[in-house]
């Protein structure tokens, strides 16, 4: 967007973000199209769903179950509309990629605070990753299925699994101070 | 007419192509707002950084006013918009186990399909956990279908919930967000921030 004269310089100068409030206003317009496409809103966390149920499917299929991987890839096989989050997942890892190398941000780094060691956050993405792989299928969708998507379309779940992500964050951000100030 | 795909006016396999470009606008505005940093995410945690606040209130309330306008102008019709069915248990303990995953991992699942397109190998690590997760989940769920399962409420909504309008609703929470962008405003001036 406007370019910020008060940007800090250093040697690899990389574009600075958008306005946040033009960027969630974008989001928006993003979210409204799925909306106006498909009739539901965007995600993230089905796609992982989908691709484990595709990929566990020689294992799953063999003992006709009727386990949580098994149904998942029933439902792919026999509506391929299901298919839906895991073409846009695909299409986020593409934008995202887009826009870091318009925006010269485009490097293989591991961001993490000064005061901890890159092993320290390497252990606390992997820990952080699974609870949120975890949450996101008891919440049925995580921040973009479930929380965003779910509060644009007024829904109950959707405010209430907001308040919890953020809420528990915020009650445990005094355990964790260490590791982002 | 729309939703689009319910109404039948594009065909299944256009609509799985759409999905990619959405995907694709998805993925480059939350990289243009700087969601494939963890430290700015986890920013809004302690103050320095309250982008995350801004940006997902922002998207939320700007989606819901065109679902609004969009009825209101006959272009969409609202009874084939998907809500989010509200089971209350599995809703709350799937929030706090994301928010526990959120400050230790600094990203959700989308972002940090972002982060990682861009490079982040912490991102990298954190997409392993979530495989890692949602494995332990499908596998342990006979022991938790019953809670996954309980206390089904529908397709509730809130507004309905509390019994007023959708627009009514809609303006209570407007005016919410902006008075959370005004403490946000604020509260990013009293902490100290970096570029990240």
């Known amino acids: 967007m406007e370019q910020s004269s008060n940007e800090t310089v250093s040697h690899k100068k990389a574009k600075p973000y958008i306005n946040p409030y033009i960027g969630g206003v974008l989001l928006g317009i993003v979210l409204l199209s799925a909306f106006f496409v498909a009739g539901e809103g965007l995600g993230a966390s089905g796609a992982f769903k989908n691709v484990l149920s595709v990929c566990a499917a020689p294992i799953t299929s063999a003992d006709n179950t009727t386990g949580f991987f098994a149904k998942t890839y029933k439902s792919l096989m026999e509506d391929s509309s299901k298919w839906w989050i895991a073409l846009e997942v695909l299409g986020v890892l593409i934008g995202g990629l887009l826009s870091g190398a318009i925006s010269g941000r485009l490097k293989l780094k591991t961001e993490h605070s000064p005061k901890i060691t890159k092993k320290r956050r390497l252990i606390f993405a992997l820990l952080g990753g699974v609870f949120f792989g975890i949450g996101s299928q008891f919440g049925r969708g995580c921040t973009s299925g479930a929380a965003l998507s779910g509060m644009a379309s007024f829904s109950v779940a959707g405010f209430l699994t907001m308040i919890c992500i953020f809420g528990t964050g915020y009650a445990l951000a005094y355990f964790f101070r260490k590791n982002w100030i | ?196």
């Open chain 2, 1 to 196: 007419m729309a939703p689009l795909v319910e109404n039948e006016l594009i065909s299944g396999n256009f609509n799985l192509l759409i999905a990619l470009f959405i995907g694709l606008g998805f993925g480059f505005v939350l990289e243009q707002s700087g969601f494939s940093s963890s430290r700015k995410l986890a920013g809004v945690f302690y103050g320095y950084d309250m982008t995350v606040m801004k940006v997902f209130f922002t998207a939320a309330v700007t989606a819901m006013f065109g679902l609004l306008f969009f009825s209101l102008f006959g272009w969409i019709d609202l009874e084939l918009i998907y809500v989010n069915n509200t089971f209350l248990y599995s809703a709350i303990i799937g929030g706090v186990l994301m928010g526990i995953g959120f400050i230790m991992g600094g990203y959700c699942p989308g972002t940090s399909m972002c982060a990682a397109a861009i490079g982040k190998i912490d991102a990298m690590v954190f997409i392993i956990g979530i495989f890692i997760g949602v494995i332990i989940f499908g596998i342990g769920f006979p022991l938790w279908e019953k809670i996954y399962t309980a206390k089904a409420m529908g397709p509730l909504k809130l507004s309905d919930l509390i019994g007023v309008k959708d627009g009514v609703f809609l303006l209570l929470l407007s005016v919410m967000a902006l008075a959370m962008f005004f403490a946000a405003e604020w509260v990013e001036k009293k902490f100290p921030r970096d570029v990240y």
